[in-house]
C-alpha cells in the first residue's frame, strides 16, 4: 500500500503536463479544496461559462464535487459532451467522477482505497493491483 500527499494545483499540473484535460477548460484557478476554470460551450450563446468545483468526499471510488451553478451553466453542462462519458455524471450540483473505472480502464495496475482533503492536501492512498 502507498500513501501520497498531492495538492489540487498538483494535480491540475499533472493533467496539463500529460494532456489529460480538454481544450475546452481556460483559465484554470485553485483555491485549496476548489477548483474554478472557463468552460468553452461550442456554441454561440453562451460562447463559454465560469464554473467553481469544490471536492466534497471519496466513497466506493467515486469522487464527488459540488459545483456553483446558476440555471444557465447547469443548462450548458448538462448538455454538453464531458457528461456524455461514462466516468462522469452530473446531478443538480454535483458531480460524479468515477476514478476507479478511469484507473482501470487506462490499465495502470493501481486500486485506490482512500482519498481525503487534509491540511490544504489531498490524502490518496492506493495499492497496486498487478
Known sequence: MAEIYISLAEI????LANKLLTDQL???????????????TGHAFPAHVDI????LKFEKGVAELAIN?????EKVLKHSGIFKQ?????????????LDFLIKNKE???MLEKV?????RF?????TTK
Open 86 to 98: 461514462d466516468f462522469i455524471q452530473l446531478a443538480g450540483s454535483r458531480i460524479s467522477v468515477d
Open 123 to 127: 490524502q490518496i492512498i492506493f495499492y
Open 69 to 73: 451553478t446558476s440555471w444557465l451553466v
Open 116 to 120: 481525503e482533503f487534509i491540511n490544504h
Open 108 to 110: 495502470l495496475g493501481i
Open 52 to 55: 467553481s468545483a469544490q471536492f
Open 26 to 40: 481556460s483559465q484554470i484557478e485553485i483555491d485549496d479544496n476548489m477548483i474554478s476554470f472557463r468552460y468553452k
Open 12 to 15: 491540475v499540473d499533472i493533467l
